[in-house]
Each structure stands twice: as C-alpha cells, then as structure tokens.
C-alpha cells in the first residue's frame, strides 16, 4: 500500500539525471510502494492530438500505458509520481495493479537518492540514431543504454526436437 504521506518519502527538486526528480527523504525498503502514478486516462486518439513526437526536438510527455488505448497523462491531474525520472540501474519499478500504477522500491534506497525506474519506452521498427536522440538517457550508470527505449529481445533460434 502506497504510504499515506508521500512527502515524508521523497521531495522534489532539481536533478542532476533531467529537470526535476524525486529524493528520497527517509530509508525505503524493498518491496515498498511510494506512490501512486495519477493522471487523466486518454485513448490513443488523444495522445496524437496532445502530443507530436515528429515535432518535438526531444521527448518530454508524462504518458504511462496502462492498457490497449488506456494511457494515463500526468501533466494533467498528475501525482508526484512523474518526476521519477528514468535510469537504466533503477531502485524502483512500475507496478500495474488492476488498472493502477504504482512505483515501488526493488532495493534499498537510502536519504538523499534520487528514485529512478527503467521507463522502458516501447517502440515500432528498428533503433536507429535520430530515434536514440529523440529518447536520450543521461542517468549516468555503468550500464547505460543510451536511451530510454526498450531494448528488444533477441528471438532464440527454434530448436528441432527428435
């Protein structure tokens, strides 16, 4: 259950990963749920009309897919919850929890750590360089893909069995 004063959790303020970002205030454990990811729930048809990622110099929307054609808008009615910024080492994840999204803790995450999840943008096509551009990722971890995009998966070769 998310606890029932955020603000003793985190604060936000300027984050050295992208504008602003959440810092955790006090010890948060694995397991933990932070925060409920809120926002106004649109279809697809209104995400093309709010949002052009053609025109855009880069990507900065705070959409969360919950569902086929169920997407919810954090600019508008948003919680707190959407200035977790990205990071490809995260301490948190994304929760779906019937029909809700909540960010919980995968880690210890000590005072003064920012919470980071792997947005794990899905996309069509092939990962090119305008689309790794478009999708940057500055959190600064070892592992860094680059992007916030999601890695796809290698298709195993099928095996023949006897």
């Known amino acids: ?24 205030t006090r010890r948060i454990r694995p397991g933990q749920r932070i925060i409920e990811y809120k926002g106004e729930r649109i279809d697809d048809k209104e ?11 880069r990507h900065h929307t705070f ?3 919950v ?10 009615r948003g919680s707190q919850a959407k200035y977790i910024n990205h990071s490809c080492d995260p301490n948190c994840e994304a929760v779906l929890d019937a029909g809700r ?6 880690r210890n995450i000590q005072p003064g ?4 999840y792997d947005y794990g943008f899905e ?16 959190c600064g971890s070892a592992n860094c893909r680059g992007t916030i995009l ?7 070769p099928k095996t023949k069995r006897g």
């Not at 259950?1 to 955790?24: P, T, Y």
């Not at 750590?113 to 980071?116: A, F, P, T």
């Not at 996309?123 to 500055?138: F, V």
């Open 1 to 24: 259950m998310a606890a029932k004063n955020n603000k003793a959790l985190f604060k936000v303020r300027r984050s050295g990963i992208q504008g602003k970002g959440a810092f955790a």
């Open 47 to 57: 995400i093309e009309r709010r949002y052009d990622d053609d025109a855009m110099e």
């Open 63 to 65: 959409l969360f897919g």
């Open 67 to 76: 569902e086929d054609d169920v997407t919810i808008d954090a600019t508008r």
């Open 101 to 106: 999204v909540y960010i919980e803790a995968i």
């Open 113 to 116: 750590v920012e919470l980071c």
């Open 123 to 138: 996309y069509e096509g092939r990962l090119t360089k305008a689309m790794r551009e478009q999708y940057p990722c500055r």
């Open 150 to 156: 999601k890695p796809k998966t290698k298709k195993r």
